[in-house]
């Protein structure tokens, strides 16, 4: 059997599921729906896309995971148990479970298993390794506002770094434009499995997100060309400006749409404008803000800004002030994803702190995210998370690890929209799961299998004879290398 | 529970006193670790010391054993068989001397004088008041070198750096000089390696002959600089390479040998790829155990098990990150923790961050081992020492207690009191 995800039924589920209207669900990115709407219909919703996902899960054996120590995603912890999966799905936990006919069956007495790990921030692909002038594909910096762009179309599915994500445990991904711009571009969330191509790995029906900027990265880009913003208040102009216009947008289509509806015969649809429609699908509740922002100040703003025009801001992205609003963040119900301790590399990261994760998580009804922003941290996300528990419990809280497990899963699953779908370990989401020789969060801690969809992604115990990436095929120089 | 902790916090606050003021008032008293699981580092055993007691009189480490009697008076801290570890390093990177990436004003890292400078000694802008001191210090290191880097306006020569020492002491002595060879200098030597290779030879050439006349002046080096690559040609010091291709590695070698200079490789990436080589010419290693991906062409080998196979092959290893961020300095226990979870023995790795960068660099005196009658220079831990998941319950480094507070510890302690009265908004 063959899982084939149809794109537009699951995108209808996940709209449905988000409480989005029927409308954008009606015209759902089928191509020929797509192409139709561009003659008949409105300008087509943001959540359309030309680009639909290909990602077909691979045929896999059932398999039973026994004995483990699992850290669900829901904040248990089971010692000794089963985890089943069948048909791409997690389809049992429990004690004792009996083996499908066939099945693979995993020894986990003494492992830990988890579900897959899922990082909100990351660029491989759009910069991908090796780091050549050619390669930099993640920023549009030719205006602040590049609202158009869709980081999918930068990535290169050929970049060494999944792969090694992977062996870390990475089963699913947020690939972002960079911070260069005050909006910087459609985001894009992949399953971590090797592709010839960027569709091939699309996270059938996952939202899209827009990646915003705040602080020094866009004034410091366009301010040193003596172009706007050059200053934070510059900034906060910037995105107003941009939100003004699509208000306008938005109001446009509802007054085709409704002469539509109302039988008019001459209506004539908007001009499609790219920029737009992104902006008006966050105005629309239908894409997710992911917003690059340091300082507890400026977040505070964002905030407001998005109170101005009636829009969420899903997570703040690498907030390190963010223990300093961490009551503000949750009442707002907004993520932050963050590194475990990263500081003082630029100024509005001075009062980096290696508690911001426990202190997040403190907060009633706060979201903490491990995030890497970098293709070293996502390999390692348990890693950075296991520091956060140190310093959470030097400062006298301590964090089981089937909590802090949420940091890595749960959380980003949340945020990204896929929840109802993956980022825990219960029946009927997909089985994207790891194994690991122990307690993930330590510095030990290897990933020895990692299934997406029920299928064998890695496995440490039977690596590969070939590196999945082309890159690094047939080059003399890995020669002898475990790929 | 929560006001019980608040209050807690709260009286830690206010007890705490400035770094520099606990720590002298902490100098003179006697100070004794008893029961803890000791890695003196000393000799080639890589097995602890179970059980160990050391004491700390003056400054010095007075005694290490068992049921060592307590001076009066003497602060006693029980360790119930945790580990005690030298204070460890933090790499080569830029603590002291760049408060701030990204803030041109704060970094004194590299200099832009359009001019080859071995002679620029970045430990000349060293600061100890920086506050990375006492964050890095808190979290267990103890020692790191200042390390100049090359950048756009300087040259493949960065100049020098040295050790310092976390406690505030200034710089040693000894001096290392940096050079960065291949694909990230190529814009520093007209756009080849090849010319790397072609300017590090005339810039010893006009070391080695200071008073050659040249018709057309258009030497390389000032006569400062003349001087001090003529120093480290006769074994003032190492000559640290930046350097990760195996076949720039090869040519690195092959100019170490010819000039009789002691060189140490730093980064590395594709450096086990020549392992035999190395080790036959006792050339050590300063590996980033996590790079592992090819980040441009010169490290298409890059593996996670680098550190594993130099070691094997008789290659001395020791650790730092590749980026010299001052951030990443604390990466450096988690990276040698993940070069053992590649392959490294467990005691290699820990060498890798205390004794083995002490030697190469000139600081085996003071730093990366417990020895009786040296400057006393610990490490407690709530934990594996080169695990994530622990942190240091006592520091001591320059032979005082330190304060395990810092500009860090107090940012959290304002906003938890905050967040605990529902505030932090």
Same mark, same amino acid.
């Not at chain 1, 990535?155 to 970049?159: E, G, R």
């Not at chain 2, 004194?108 to 004088?113: G, K, M, N, T, V």
């Not at chain 2, 976390?166 to 040693?172: H, S």
């Given at each position: 059997m063959r899982h084939r995800f149809d794109a537009t039924t699951a995108w209808c589920i996940t709209a449905l599921g988000a409480l989005l209207t029927l409308t954008g669900c009606a015209s759902a990115p089928t191509r020929s729906a797509a192409t139709k709407s561009a003659v008949t219909?409105?300008?087509?919703?943001?959540?359309? @896309?030309?680009?639909?996902s290909t990602y077909v899960s691979p045929d896999s054996a059932p398999t039973l995971i026994r004995g483990a120590t699992v850290l @669900?995603?829901? #904040?248990e912890r089971r010692d000794n148990t089963d985890v089943a999966l069948r048909g791409g799905k997690i389809v049992a936990i429990g004690k004792d479970l009996v083996a499908d006919a066939g099945a693979r069956v995993?020894?986990?007495?003494g492992k830990w298993v988890t579900p897959g790990l899922i990082d909100v921030h990351s660029h491989l692909g759009v910069y991908?390794?090796?780091? +050549?002038? =050619?390669?930099?594909?993640?920023?549009?910096? @030719?205006?602040?506002?590049?609202?158009? +762009?869709?980081?999918e179309h930068s990535?290169?599915?050929?970049?060494p770094g999944f792969g090694t994500a992977l062996e870390g445990g990475v089963t699913t991904l947020q690939i972002l434009p960079g911070s260069a711009n005050l909006i910087g571009g459609r985001s894009v969330v992949v399953k971590n499995v090797h592709s010839t191509t960027y569709q091939g790995m699309k996270f059938p029906g996952a939202p899209q997100g827009v990646k915003m900027a705040c602080g020094e990265n866009p004034k410091r880009v366009y301010g040193s060309r003596r172009?706007?913003?050059?200053t934070r208040m510059g900034n906060v102009a910037g995105w107003r400006a941009q939100w003004i216009e699509a208000q306008d947008y938005v109001r446009e289509q509802d007054a085709y749409r409704a002469k539509v509806a109302a039988g008019a015969k001459d209506a004539k649809p908007p001009k499609r404008d790219l920029r737009l429609e992104t902006l008006a699908g966050v105005l629309r509740g239908e894409l997710r803000v992911h917003h690059h922002c340091y300082r507890a100040d400026e977040m505070a703003t964002v905030l407001d800004v998005a109170r101005e025009f009636g829009y969420k801001v899903t997570a703040f992205h690498h907030? +390190?002030?963010?223990y300093k609003i961490s009551n503000l963040l949750a009442d707002n119900g907004v993520c932050a994803a963050i590194w475990a301790d990263w500081w003082a590399f630029k100024m509005e990261s001075y009062?980096?702190?290696?508690e911001n994760l426990a202190l997040v998580d403190a907060a009633p009804g706060g979201c903490a995210i491990v995030h890497s922003d970098s293709e070293e941290g996502i390999q390692r996300l348990n890693q950075e998370a296991a520091k956060g528990m140190a310093y959470g419990a030097r400062m006298g809280r301590a964090i089981a690890p089937e909590h802090a497990i949420l940091w890595l899963t749960a959380n980003p699953a949340k945020s990204l929209g896929i929840e109802a779908r993956t980022g825990t370990l219960e029946? #009927?989401?997909?089985?994207d799961v790891v194994v690991w020789?122990?307690?993930?969060?330590?510095?030990?801690?290897? =990933?020895e299998q990692v299934f997406i969809d029920g299928a064998v992604r890695f496995d440490r115990g039977a690596?590969?004879?070939?590196?999945?990436s082309d890159f690094l095929l047939g080059q003399p120089a890995t020669m002898g290398v475990t790929p | 529970m929560i006001t019980r902790r608040f209050t807690t916090l709260a009286s830690i606050a206010m007890l705490a006193l400035p770094i520099s003021v606990a720590t002298a008032e902490n100098a003179s008293t006697a100070l004794l670790v008893r029961g803890a699981t000791v890695?003196?580092?000393? $000799?080639?055993?890589a097995a602890p010391l179970a059980d160990t007691d050391v004491l700390v009189q003056d400054g010095r480490i007075a005694a290490v054993g068992r049921k060592l009697p307590a001076p009066a008076g003497a602060r006693i801290?029980?360790? &119930?068989?945790k580990p005690l570890t030298p204070g460890l390093f933090g790499g080569l990177g830029r603590i002291g001397i760049?408060?701030?990436?990204?803030?041109p004003t704060t970094?004194?890292?590299?200099? &832009?004088?359009n001019q080859m400078r071995p002679?620029?000694?970045v430990t000349l802008a060293?600061?100890?008041?920086?506050?990375?001191l006492p964050v890095h210090r808190s979290n267990g290191i103890t020692f790191a070198v200042i390390a100049p880097s090359t950048t756009t306006?300087?040259?493949?020569?960065a100049g020098l750096g040295a050790a310092i020492g976390?406690?505030?002491?200034?710089?040693?002595n000894a001096r290392a000089l940096f050079v960065d060879l291949g694909a990230n200098s190529n814009s520093l030597a007209g756009g080849s390696r090849a010319a790397q290779f072609m300017l590090l030879r005339q810039a010893v050439t006009e070391a080695r002959a200071?008073?050659?006349?040249?018709?057309?002046?258009? &030497?390389?080096?000032t006569p400062s600089g003349r001087q001090t690559l003529l120093d480290f040609l006769k074994g003032a010091g190492p000559f640290v390479f930046d350097v990760d291709r195996a076949a720039d590695i090869r040519q690195t070698i092959a100019f170490a040998q010819r000039e009789n200079v002691r060189a140490i490789i730093r980064g590395?990436?594709?450096?086990w790829r020549v392992a035999a080589e190395l080790a036959a010419a006792k050339i050590p290693v300063l590996v980033?155990?996590?790079?592992?991906?090819?980040?441009?062409?010169?490290?298409? $080998?890059?593996?996670?098990e680098n550190a594993a196979r130099l070691r094997a092959a008789g290659v001395t290893v020791a650790f730092s990150m &590749?980026?010299?961020?001052?951030?990443?300095? $604390?990466k450096l226990r988690q990276a040698a923790g993940n070069a053992v979870a590649h392959g490294l023995p467990w005691a290699a790795g820990l060498a890798a961050i205390t004794r083995t960068p002490a030697e190469l660099f000139g600081v085996a005196d003071r730093y990366g081992s417990i020895e009786k009658g040296r400057v006393a220079d610990l490490v407690l831990w709530?934990?594996?020492?080169?695990?994530?998941?622990s942190l240091p319950e006592l520091v001591v480094a320059g032979g005082r207690e330190q304060s395990l507070a810092s500009r860090h510890t107090a940012l959290r302690d304002r906003y938890y009191e905050r967040l605990q009265r529902n505030a932090a908004r």
């Open positions: 219909q409105p300008a087509a919703p943001s959540t359309a @896309t030309p680009f639909p @669900t995603g829901t #904040g995993i020894d986990a007495r991908p390794s090796p780091g +050549v002038q =050619a390669h930099e594909d993640g920023n549009e910096a @030719t205006a602040p506002s590049t609202a158009n +762009v869709w980081a990535i290169w599915p050929q970049d172009l706007a913003p050059s907030a +390190v002030e963010a009062d980096g702190i290696p029946v #009927g989401k997909m089985a020789n122990g307690n993930p969060f330590s510095v030990r801690a290897l =990933a690596p590969r004879a070939q590196p999945e | 890695y003196t580092l000393t $000799g080639n055993d801290v029980e360790a &119930r068989g760049e408060e701030i990436g990204l803030e970094g004194d890292y590299a200099q &832009r004088l002679e620029f000694d060293y600061n100890p008041e920086s506050m990375a306006g300087s040259s493949i020569v976390l406690d505030g002491t200034a710089p040693a200071p008073n050659l006349v040249m018709v057309h002046d258009d &030497r390389l080096l590395g990436a594709e450096a980033d155990p996590l790079q592992n991906l090819p980040s441009n062409f010169d490290a298409i $080998g890059a593996t996670l &590749r980026s010299p961020d001052v951030y990443d300095a $604390g709530n934990g594996d020492p080169l695990d994530v998941s």
